[in-house]
């Protein structure tokens, strides 16, 4: 099927669709067709995709359930991708996860999906990043939730438009990022847990603390600090809010595009980068490829057939 006929039946086609296209992304990884599919995806998908990240348990999941209820309450179609940080880790997290997300089955309009990181700890497999793509084609608004941020390229930052970074009170943690230096990489930080009375406060005033003037405001946007408390729901409103201010902003001036193609060349330069190391992606342009390609996924296949090593007989042995 070409790409644009198989988006338009990936989108009437409800949940069993999207599901039959995620397995088919899987199965067929590699493929020229799933290829193309997933470029037609990117090309035509107009979905927000919204990135949850922060350390394990820093209230993730629950905050993602409340925001997926507000999401259907706005009667947007709505995708999670709950990205486990460790293929090796057992059932159990994943379940765990399944049991946090407690959407109506019956709904037509909500879409779960766990995966798995693989290889990557804390990152996005390729696995992951076509099947955002993917979800971005079909559902209005996507949801990502994944471990920890600023750990390699390949992390949920360049697979999303809008990033929340969710720090628990009495961790400690913004320190930690800003010695990591990843404050600069949120759109918007929660203190979760807001219920936790001074803990939650004292985080708020250090999270202040640690994002610099210039890490607040980045291209005229303004980097809120939030405290939310998913189990007594303050400050939840505030938080969809926020979101949806973000959306615009990146609507108005053709942010978003802008920023899209710079993450599909981003996409494209962590794969070269991961394959074929530091050597491998200097050789290569990103942004070139993927226009003689026509879109990332097929320009990652078109790197493979480019990089393969060619096998020159020996001078000596030609001459005679
Ligand atoms: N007091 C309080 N506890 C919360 C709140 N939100 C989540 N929790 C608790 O914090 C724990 C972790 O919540 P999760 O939503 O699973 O956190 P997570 O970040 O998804 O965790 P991982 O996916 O394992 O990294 C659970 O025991 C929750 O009940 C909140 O708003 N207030
Ligand atoms: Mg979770």
Request: charged content about 20%; some cysteine.
């Amino acid at each position: 099927m070409a790409g644009s006929e198989a988006i338009a039946a990936l989108r009437a086609g409800g949940k069993l669709a999207l599901a039959r296209a995620l397995t088919r992304i899987e199965t067929g990884h590699g493929q020229a067709e799933v290829d193309a599919f997933l470029d037609a995806a990117c090309r035509e998908g107009s979905g927000h995709v919204l990135g949850l990240t922060g350390p394990p348990g820093a209230g993730k999941s629950t905050l993602t359930n409340s925001l997926l209820k507000a999401l259907r309450g706005a009667g947007k179609t709505t995708g999670v991708i709950a990205v486990d940080p460790s293929s090796r880790r057992s059932g159990g997290a994943l379940l765990g996860d399944r049991t946090r997300l407690t959407a109506d089955p019956e709904d037509a309009g909500i879409f779960i999906r766990s995966m798995a990181a693989r290889d990557r700890l804390g990152g996005l497999s390729d696995h992951a990043l076509a099947a955002i793509a993917v979800m971005r084609a079909a559902r209005e608004a996507v949801i990502v939730e994944s471990v920890g941020i600023g750990q390699s390229e390949a992390d949920v930052a360049i697979a999303v438009d809008t990033l929340v970074l969710c720090i628990q009170p009495g961790s400690g943690d913004s320190l930690q990022f800003m010695k990591a230096g990843v404050m600069e990489l949120p759109d918007i930080i929660v203190v979760t847990k807001a219920d936790m009375g001074a803990y939650a406060a004292r985080a708020v005033a250090d999270v202040k603390g640690a994002l610099s003037l210039s890490d607040r405001e980045r291209e005229g946007w303004q980097v809120p600090v939030l405290p939310v408390s998913a189990q007594d729901g303050s400050g939840l409103e505030a938080l969809h809010e926020a979101i949806e201010a973000h959306r615009v902003f990146l609507e108005a001036g053709g942010l978003a595009a802008r920023r899209f193609a710079q993450r599909q060349e981003a996409w494209v330069a962590d794969y070269l980068k991961t394959r074929y190391g530091q050597a491998g992606s200097h050789l290569l342009d990103p942004a070139a490829l993927i226009g003689v390609a026509g879109g990332p996924f097929a320009a990652m296949r078109l790197a493979d057939r480019r990089l393969v090593v060619k096998v020159v007989p020996d001078e000596a042995a030609t001459e005679t």
